[in-house]
C-alpha cells in the first residue's frame, strides 16, 4: 500500500526557531493534511493543502503541496513552548472522504 | 469543525474481554472512520463506518475482531472483542463532511488490556 515517508523523526531546537519537517511518498495524492497530536488528545487539524503548488500558512504555520504531487513540508515560524507535539502528515487518494495515510510523525521538543 | 466525543475516554480491560467504543457527532456526516494507533506510533486505519451496512475493513482487520456499527449519520461504535495485552493502544474515530476532504478526530480512547 501506500506509505509516507515523514522527516525527521524528531527535532529537539530552541524556542524562537523556525522548524521545517517534510513528507515524501511514491503515490500521487490529491490532499495533503497536516496535523498536530498533543500527549493524551486525538490529532488536530492544522492546515489542508488541495492543489500541487499551493502554499498556504495559519499562523505560525505554512504548508506547501508539492508540484509533483508526492511530497509536502509544513515549517513553524518563532517556535514556542505550546508547538511541543507529534506532527503528522497525512495524503488523500481520490475524491471526497477518502481515507488517509499517514506519516510516522515528527515529535517536536522546545527548549525555552 | 464537527464536534466529536467519544466513550470511554480510557479503559483498562482483562483478557479475553470486549469493549464497545462510541463516537458520537454534533451534526451529520458523510464519512466516518475508526484508526488505531499503537503506543509510541502512527494511526492506522482499522475500517470505514457505513451507515446501514457492513463496515468496510483494511487489510488486517477483520470484522470478528473488530465489529462496527454506524446506525446514523451521527454516531458510530467500534467493539474490540477477545482482548489481548496487544490490543492496548488509542482508538480514534474520525469524520468528514459532505463536499470537504478535511478529516476531523474524537480525542480518542485510551485502552489498556492486562
Known amino acids: 500500500g501506500q506509505q509516507l515517508n515523514q522527516s525527521p523523526q524528531s527535532m529537539f531546537i530552541q524556542e524562537g526557531e523556525d522548524v521545517s519537517m517534510n513528507c515524501t511518498s511514491s503515490?500521487?495524492?490529491?490532499?495533503w493534511l497536516w496535523y498536530k497530536q498533543d500527549p493524551g488528545e486525538g490529532p488536530v487539524l492544522l492546515i489542508a493543502?488541495?492543489?500541487?503548488?499551493e502554499l498556504t500558512s495559519n499562523g505560525r504555520l505554512t504548508a506547501q503541496f508539492g508540484i509533483t504531487r508526492k511530497d509536502s513540508f509544513l515549517n513553524i515560524s518563532a517556535s514556542i513552548p505550546s508547538d511541543v507535539g507529534i506532527y503528522f502528515c497525512a495524503g488523500q487518494l481520490g475524491e471526497y472522504g477518502n481515507k488517509l495515510v499517514f506519516g510516522a510523525g515528527t515529535i517536536l521538543r522546545v527548549k525555552s | 469543525s464537527a464536534v466529536i466525543s467519544q466513550k470511554p475516554s480510557r479503559d483498562i480491560c482483562q483478557r479475553g474481554t470486549s469493549l464497545t467504543i462510541q463516537c458520537q457527532v454534533d451534526?451529520?456526516?458523510?464519512?466516518m472512520f475508526w484508526y488505531r494507533q499503537q503506543p509510541g506510533q502512527s494511526l492506522t486505519l482499522i475500517a470505514t463506518?457505513?451507515?446501514?451496512?457492513?463496515?468496510?475493513?483494511e487489510s488486517g482487520f477483520v470484522i470478528d475482531k473488530f465489529p462496527i456499527s454506524r446506525p446514523n449519520l451521527t454516531f458510530s461504535t467500534l467493539t474490540v472483542s477477545n482482548m489481548s495485552p496487544e490490543d492496548s493502544s488509542i482508538y480514534l474515530c474520525s469524520v468528514v463532511g459532505a463536499f470537504s476532504y478535511e478529516q476531523y478526530f474524537g480525542p480518542g480512547t485510551r485502552l489498556t488490556v492486562t
Open positions: 493543502l488541495y492543489k500541487a503548488g
Open positions: 463506518a457505513n451507515q446501514g451496512s457492513e463496515a468496510t475493513y
Open positions: 451534526s451529520q456526516v458523510t464519512m
Open positions: 503515490s500521487i495524492f490529491n490532499t
